[in-house]
């Protein structure tokens, strides 16, 4: 896992729950403390729900807890409409654990290939790069986002 993780849940942790925008969470407990966590979304003309992000600690793992979050947030998205749930997770060893629980809770693994593509800050007019600033295609463009503004 990458440096900073955890700030970066800390943050989106905030913005999870927002029923307006069809985003919802939900939290296990023990003791009075929160030990895992599951939110989701819903995309009800589509009717498909998608799991954003389970976490549960470390100490807690191995104890149903990802898998009551799971079947808690599917219910939840069944109720709102959806006939279908995505659920990720890594390929890596350390997710595992993860891939052999949605497994287990009926999920179907597809062959799926994401690409990525490191942009750089600018690219364009740069020596040997040809500049589409002022290009017929740069103007068909400019001319289509603004046909697209309010």
């Not at 149903?64 to 079947?71: I, K, P, Q, S």
């Not at 659920?87 to 497994?103: K, M, S, V």
């Not at 593509?117 to 600033?133: D, E, F, I, K, N």
Request: hydrophobic residues 40%; proline residues 5%.
């Amino acid at each position: 896992m990458r440096a900073g993780w955890r700030n970066d849940y800390r943050k989106q942790v905030a913005e999870l729950h927002a029923p307006e925008r069809h985003t919802y969470v939900a939290v296990a407990e023990a003791d009075g403390t929160i030990v895992g966590y599951v939110a989701w979304s819903v995309a009800p003309v589509h009717k498909k729900g998608v799991i954003t992000i389970l976490a549960v600690s470390a100490q807690h793992r191995r104890h149903h807890v990802g898998r009551a979050l799971c079947e808690y947030a599917f219910e939840e998205i069944r109720a709102l409409g959806a006939g279908v749930v995505e659920i990720g997770t890594g390929g890596d060893q350390f997710h595992a654990p993860a891939r052999a629980l949605y497994e287990a809770l009926g999920c179907t693994p597809l062959p799926l290939t994401v690409y990525f593509r490191q942009l750089r800050t600018s690219r364009m007019g740069a020596p040997g790069r040809p500049s589409v600033a002022g290009s017929a295609l740069a103007r068909r463009t400019s001319a289509a986002v603004r046909a697209c503004r309010p």
